[in-house]
């Protein structure tokens, strides 16, 4: 027979966080990375030229190929602008519909619909924050002609700093749903942010990157170009496990897990399709 103290001293059970699905994580950071490439090249750059009445010439996961001959400096700094302005336009879209519908879908469709807005903030950031220093890139043709470039650098660069901020911020808050109260443990908490930051990362920087090889023209420059987009690119997705706030009363006691679902890993398999053996080598042929 238990005694009072016994009785009293008896763990009480906790429920435990679903263990995370590598594969479904990995299948949406490749189909996310792919979506951000089509918002940047096509609906941002590909998109503004054709409405200025330029006539794109070759789109790839990593570039748009238009000729400027002839073309007014203002029209060519629009479409120079518009592939990270249509990144930007699409996350914060996501991050509203995401504050209007917080409880739409699966936890694996929360985490696509968290992925892409956070994808789509930090890669505009650091393009203006690294390549603007660089000087290589959209930003750099931005500034051409301008008066006090040194000084449209500066700005732009200091942009590319609050935008990524911004994106960081976001990143560790919304992430917070998926790691949870972490009654297994600090520890536990943190393998899963890691987990569904690093996994994305690699996965979708990996199919971006071997996907430039495809590409017929320059192969080796486009190559460091898919490593910079990618990998270079999306690395502040890695800092957000640094800044990731502690538990709040908002923490969840039991975290989203994105389970295993073959709906996401075929989308998945088909975005690496479209990697390869469209944009990859690029449209048109």
Known sequence: METPLTASTKAIPQETATRIDVLTVAAIGVLTYLLASIIHEALGHGLAALVLGLHPRHVTSVDLDISYVGVPDWQRRIVDAAGCVAQLLVAFIVLGFMRLIPTVGSAATRYFLWLLSTINLIIPGGYLMVMTIVGIGDWESFVQGLPSPVIWKVGLVLLGIIISLLGLYSGARGLDMFAGRATEGPEMRRKRRVTLTFIPYLAGSAALTISSIFNPDSPLL????????????????????????????????????????????????????????????????
């Open 222 to 285: 486009i190559l460091i170009s898919g490593i910079a987009a990618s990998f270079g690119g999306t690395s502040f997705l890695m800092l957000i496990n640094s800044v990731a706030r502690k538990p709040t009363d908002t923490t969840p006691e039991v975290p989203l897990t994105p389970e295993r679902s073959w709906l996401w890993i075929g989308l998945g398999l088909v975005a690496l399709v479209i990697y390869f053996a469209v944009l990859g080598p690029g449209l048109p042929r």
